[in-house]
T-cell receptor, first 110, second 112 residues
Framework: QKEVEQDPGPLSVPEGAIVSLNCTYSNSAFQYFMWYRQYSRKGPELLMYTYSSGNKEDGRFTAQVDKSSKYISLFIRDSQPSDSATYLCAMRGDNNDMRFGAGTRLTVKP | EAQVTQNPRYLITVTGKKLTVTCSQNMNHEYMSWYRQDPGLGLRQIYYSMNVEVTDKGDVPEGYKVSRKEKRNFPLILESPSPNQTSLYFC???????????FGSGTRLTVV
């Protein structure tokens, strides 16, 4: 079993849809949770981060962490074609040993 | 502009020919790391460095070497590349226990 599981998709939605991206993990020591966005031919860029359980909102993006279920989510409201990218979840404990999901490829169609 | 710079962006080489991929950051970050990205496997850590002259193995270090003689530079060395090292490589840097890393634009390596 991988330490971090992420559905690779691909996921295709119409413009304006709400998108839900998810990851599950097995290591209960993880406390810091991040979402990266990676455009084609680019490096990943940090989109959002949360510590421990709870929600965090930033514009159209909401990150949720449920440590009891070992489940994290990223929601994108009013999705735009410019949101088309691969989204990677990442997490770590009290060190720099960061673990990444395999990434979900998202396409938002106009 | 704060950034991580990798060179080259694309490289095709032959089996056994030593190569170096350079990585440089201008943010005075202590932490630097190399990853490879393969379809379905996500980002896997090759080596990382907590500071100058301090390096350690990640999950897939076989066939790679690194050095950290200066804070800003962290080159990745393939002494004798093999076709299974064909991949997309990323360098990343961060400050101590930062939430997230800054990634370079990637180096696509093909070993034939």
């Amino acid at each position: 079993q991988k330490e971090v599981e992420q559905d690779p998709g691909p996921l295709s939605v119409p413009e304006g849809a709400i998108v839900s991206l998810n990851c599950t993990y097995s290591n209960s020591a993880f406390q810091y949770f991040m979402w990266y966005r990676q455009y084609s031919r680019k490096g990943p860029e940090l989109l959002m981060y949360t510590y421990s359980s709870g929600n965090k909102e930033d514009g159209r993006f909401t990150a949720q962490v449920d440590k009891s279920s070992k489940y994290i989510s990223l929601f994108i409201r009013d999705s735009q074609p410019s949101d088309s990218a691969t989204y990677l979840c990442a997490m770590r404990g009290d060190n720099n040993d960061m673990r990444f999901g395999a990434g979900t490829r998202l396409t938002v169609k106009p | 502009e704060a950034q991580v710079t990798q060179n080259p962006r694309y490289l095709i080489t032959v089996t056994g020919k030593k190569l170096t991929v350079t990585c440089s950051q201008n943010m005075n970050h202590e932490y630097m790391s190399w990853y490879r990205q393969d379809p379905g496997l996500g980002l896997r850590q090759i080596y990382y460095s907590m500071n100058v002259e301090v390096t350690d193995k990640g999950d897939v270090p076989e066939g790679y070497k690194v050095s950290r003689k200066e804070k800003r530079n962290f080159p990745l060395i393939l002494e004798s590349p093999s076709p299974n090292q064909t991949s997309l490589y990323f360098c990343a840097s961060g400050t101590g226990l930062s939430y997230g890393y800054t990634f370079g634009s990637g180096t696509r390596l093909t070993v034939v």
